[in-house]
Structure formats: structure tokens, C-alpha cells
């Protein structure tokens, strides 16, 4: 008996080798290749190095505190009211439009012959795309604003699925209500009372959203700057050279974006404690600010951008022939939907490798939460968050690494490992709240009435948490979807998706093209979160 005492309590042991195992030996070949002197002389040698580590700083730094000052108005503003539900409804919607397909958006937006300009053309009298770098512009500032648009909605999300735990939001307002009692605003309220103790918990979250500024790829090459790049896009080309050399150069300028990262974040914490002394002498000083009588109303805009940018994408996939300065095309066509539905490939690729990364997910984070202590959460925190805060090129050089000792570069097995390994963990953040906020005495009734554990498991548990496991699943198909460098570089280029062609399109300037595979890319996510909002909903009863 105490032999299988013994095992349960090491059955923990087991989930959490396979869900750390491939990312950790990823992580290692991707820090020994970057571990080269002579590449960090070539490296430090080359004079792309300053504008390029100056741009990727400077659009990192921007994007993340832009996003946070946002999702702390937004959370403060609407929290607590009836709009609230609506705004965490919706922040699904926008997290499951890929980063691919709201920069290819953004950019039709923006472009000097974009809708933008031809809306400004119509009381300017332009005749011709204004001569103004609107995007790839030469300080990041269209790349700020996607990352921006893309990371305030995770940030929301994330203090959403704070103030959810354990009653934290009846807390939180029985807090401001007794601070109003006191003569302090809501808005003061949320100020000195919440923030101090809800912003410490989202450490990880900005540190994962500062992390994707200064190493992001996929956005940076539709938006970025060109004439040079950021160091991540330099990084991920002097990756794909076939110069050896360059290969070890591109791991050395990956191992300097996580470098800069870790600073940032320590530098982060330095402020934060420096700091203190003088936030706490002005949240206790007794003063009580008006709030302002019209807030801006930032959820709202953050909506509005994202049905513009979806409402471009859809204009730009049927539009045949358009003059600058015309607002509509002179003829209409179906051409790029008809090229990319008869991609047939692309899309069951893309639509196979997401069922398979997502359920492979799942499976991990729910033998995770069934194994492993509760208390075992905060110290694992650091390894479930490693794909979100370790640059993109540096990872995804060590699983290409993986893939070649293991046989699978260049295969759809390869594409897969890679894919979960980003998909799980987002999963397990997913679905952890709700899982370990299940009442255990629902599993003690049931095993007292001589359920076993498998039959309570599958009758019980999971039904009664299908909305969060549905949702969980749909968190993972979205990530596998969105990914690019993963499946480009594991998969050696050999098979194409969605996201992908998207890119290549992009790049190549087919504007109908590019937009009608984002918008396939983003129905994928949008299909597998309406299904689990189907399945969350509550089944009637005959």
C-alpha cells in the first residue's frame, strides 16, 4: 500500500518530464551553438549591430510600457461594470486573430496607399500615395503600434484571469467601496489599492509581452524597419544562411536579445524597489484626485482597430484593380480565394498540425494539474512561461538542434514537436485557474459513493469544466497556428502554412493574396473558439 502511495505522489514526476524535457534540451543546443568567440567577434564586428539592437530596445521598451499603461486603464475602467463581461468576451476574439494577419491588416491600413490615406486623400486632393514611410519606417513606430494592439488584449486577459481566482473580484470591490466611503474616486481607488497588489502577479505576463517586443519576427518583417532591421530579423537571417558561420553569428545575436531581455526585466525590478518608497508616500498621502469626467473609452478603440483590421483584410481579398486615389476598386475578384482555397495542402497542414499540437497540450496540462501539487505552480511558473519570455530565434534554433539528433527536421513530426512545445504551456496558463479552483469536495462525494478515480474523471471533473478545457484547447490550436519561425526553420521549408504563405506573400507585395490566406489563418483560431463556446454552453435538458 505504501508502494502505491509512493507512486501516486511521484506520478507528477511524469507529465512534468515530458512537458520540460524537449524545451530544456532545446534551450541547451540553442545556448551551446550560440556560445562561439569568434562568432561574438563577427558578431560585435558587424555594422548593422548598433541601429539594429538600438531598434529592437526602443520598439520593445515602447510596446511594452504603451500596452501596460493601456491594459491598466482599460481594467480600471471597465472592471466592475456591465461592459466588463463583454470586454473579456471579446479579448478572446482578439487574441485568436493571429500576429501574421493583424500585421498584414494593419499595413494595408497604414501603407501611403492604404485606406487611411485614401480617406485623407478625399478633402486633401492627394493624387498619389503620399511620399511617407507609414510602414517600415525607419523608428518602428508602425511595429510599436501592432505590438501594442496585440499585447494589450493578453495583458487584459491575463489581470482578467487574476481578478477571477478565488473570488478576487468581489474582494477587490468590497476594497473600493470601502475606499469610496473614505471620499477616494474608483479611479483612485484602483490606484493605490488594487494595482499595488494585482500588478506584482503579472510580473511573468509583462515579462513575456517585453520579451516578444525586442525578439519578435513575424510582425517586425511585414512592419518593421528594413535598412537594417531589428537584431531578431537579422538574427533569424544570418539563422537561414548557408554559411555555417552565419549560422553561429544569428545564435549569438539571439543569445543578445535574451541577454538584453534579462536586463531589461532586472533593471525592471531595480526601478520597482527603488521606487517603492516614493509610491508608497504618494498612495498614503492622503490626497483624494478627481477622476476624469470623460475617460477615454480604450476598450472601445482596441475593438474598433481590430474590426477595421479584419474589415481591410476581407476588402483586400476581393478587390481586383485599385487606383490611388479611388475608394473603390474598379472591379472585383475572387481570384485569390479561389488560388487559396485550392491550396489544399497549406490548410490541412496548418489545420492537422493545430489539432495535434493542441491536443498534445491539453493531454500535458491535464495530467499536470491531476499530478502535481498546487504548490508546485509558482515554482514551475518560470519553465511554463520559458517559451513565452526566451527569444523566438534563440528557441527555435535549439529545437531545429532537437530535430536533427532526433531525426524529424524537415518532417511534419518535427513541425509538431516544435509546435507543442509553444502550445502547451499557453494551455496549461488556460486552463490552471479554473482547474485547480475546483471544489474537491465534488471528487471526495464522488469517490464516497465508490466512484473510482477514471470513472469520477470522465463523468464528473471534466464535464463539469468542459467550458475551460474547451477553452484551453482552443488557446493551444491558436498558438499552433500562428506559428512561423517553428514551422519555417524545423521544417526546413518544406511545408508550407498558413501563416507562412501569408508572410511570403506579404513580403513579395500580393496584397489579395497575402490577405485572403491572414484571413483563412485567423478563421481558424475564430472557428475553434466558437466551437468552444458552444461547448461551454449549458446543455438543455429533454
Known amino acids: ?31 551551446s551553438d550560440s556560445i562561439d568567440l569568434t562568432a561574438w567577434r ?38 466592475g461594470s456591465p461592459r466588463w463581461h463583454r470586454l473579456t468576451a471579446s479579448v478572446g476574439g482578439m487574441l485568436a486573430l493571429p500576429h501574421v494577419a493583424l500585421a498584414i491588416g494593419l499595413a494595408l491600413l497604414l501603407m501611403p496607399s492604404g485606406a487611411i490615406a485614401r480617406a ?89 509581452v517585453w520579451a516578444y517586443g525586442v525578439t519578435v519576427v513575424d510582425m ?4 518593421g524597419p528594413t535598412h537594417p532591421p531589428t537584431l531578431a530579423v537579422l538574427a533569424w537571417r544570418w539563422l537561414l544562411d548557408a554559411d555555417e558561420a552565419m549560422n553561429r553569428q544569428g545564435a549569438a545575436a539571439a543569445l543578445m536579445l535574451s541577454l538584453c531581455v534579462a536586463i531589461g526585466a532586472c533593471l525592471a525590478v531595480a526601478v520597482r524597489k527603488l521606487g517603492r518608497p516614493a509610491l508608497m508616500s504618494r498612495w498614503t498621502r ?84 491531476e499530478t502535481t501539487p498546487a504548490s508546485w505552480d509558482a515554482r514551475a511558473a518560470p519553465f511554463v512561461f520559458a517559451p513565452m519570455l526566451v527569444p523566438g530565434v534563440l528557441l527555435v534554433g ?28 499557453y494551455v496549461l496558463v488556460a486552463l490552471a485557474p479554473a482547474y485547480r479552483g475546483f471544489d474537491p469536495r465534488i471528487e471526495l462525494t464522488a ?8 470513472v469520477m474523471l470522465w463523468r464528473v471533473k471534466w464535464p463539469m469544466l468542459r467550458a475551460p478545457i474547451a477553452a484551453a484547447f482552443a488557446v493551444g490550436f491558436a498558438v499552433s497556428v500562428a506559428q512561423y519561425l517553428s514551422t519555417q526553420f524545423v521544417g526546413a521549408g518544406r511545408h508550407a502554412s498558413l501563416t507562412t504563405e501569408a508572410l511570403t506573400l506579404a513580403s513579395g ?18 472557428l475553434m473558439f466558437l466551437a468552444a463556446h458552444a461547448v461551454a454552453r449549458p446543455r438543455s435538458k429533454a
Request: proline fraction near 7%.
Open 398 to 425: 535549439g529545437l531545429y538542434e532537437l530535430a536533427l539528433r532526433t531525426g524529424s527536421d524537415g518532417s511534419l513530426a518535427g513541425i509538431w514537436l516544435a509546435h507543442s512545445v509553444y502550445a502547451a504551456p
Open 1 to 31: 500500500m505504501s508502494a502505491l502511495r509512493r507512486a501516486r505522489r511521484q506520478a507528477w514526476l511524469i507529465p512534468a518530464t515530458i512537458f520540460c524535457a524537449p524545451l530544456a534540451a532545446a534551450l541547451w543546443f540553442g545556448i
Open 120 to 208: 485623407i486623400a478625399m478633402f486633401t486632393g492627394w493624387m498619389s500615395p503620399p511620399d511617407i514611410a507609414t510602414i517600415q519606417d525607419p523608428n518602428g513606430i508602425a511595429l510599436v503600434l501592432a505590438l501594442v494592439l496585440k499585447e494589450t488584449p493578453f495583458l487584459v486577459w491575463n489581470a482578467a484571469a487574476q481578478l477571477q481566482r478565488e473570488g478576487q473580484g468581489d474582494e477587490i470591490e468590497k476594497q473600493l467601496r470601502i475606499a469610496a466611503t473614505m471620499g477616494y474616486s474608483r479611479r483612485s481607488g484602483w490606484m493605490r489599492i488594487v494595482w499595488p497588489q494585482l500588478l506584482p502577479r503579472l510580473a511573468l505576463p509583462l515579462l513575456a
Open 220 to 223: 517586425a518583417l511585414v512592419l
Open 42 to 79: 563577427q558578431l560585435l564586428a558587424d555594422t548593422q549591430l548598433p541601429a539594429a539592437l538600438r531598434l529592437s530596445l526602443q520598439t520593445g521598451i515602447a510596446s511594452t510600457l504603451i500596452a501596460a499603461l493601456l491594459a491598466v486603464a482599460i481594467v480600471t475602467q471597465a472592471h
Open 509 to 526: 507585395g500580393q496584397r489579395s493574396l497575402s490577405a485572403t490566406f491572414a484571413l483563412l489563418q485567423a478563421a481558424l483560431p475564430a
Open 286 to 369: 492622503g490626497d483624494r484626485p478627481a477622476s476624469p469626467s470623460h475617460p477615454w473609452p480604450w476598450h472601445a478603440f482596441m475593438r474598433a482597430a481590430y474590426l477595421a483590421i479584419v474589415a481591410m483584410l476581407l476588402f483586400i481579398s476581393v478587390a481586383g484593380v485599385w487606383t490611388f486615389p479611388a475608394w473603390w476598386p474598379a472591379r472585383w475578384s475572387a481570384q485569390a480565394w479561389l488560388t487559396a482555397l485550392a491550396s489544399a495542402g497549406t490548410w490541412s497542414t496548418t489545420l492537422g498540425l493545430a489539432l495535434a499540437s493542441a491536443t498534445t497540450g491539453l493531454v500535458l496540462a491535464v495530467a499536470w494539474l
Open 447 to 454: 469517490r464516497a459513493l465508490g466512484k473510482p478515480r477514471p
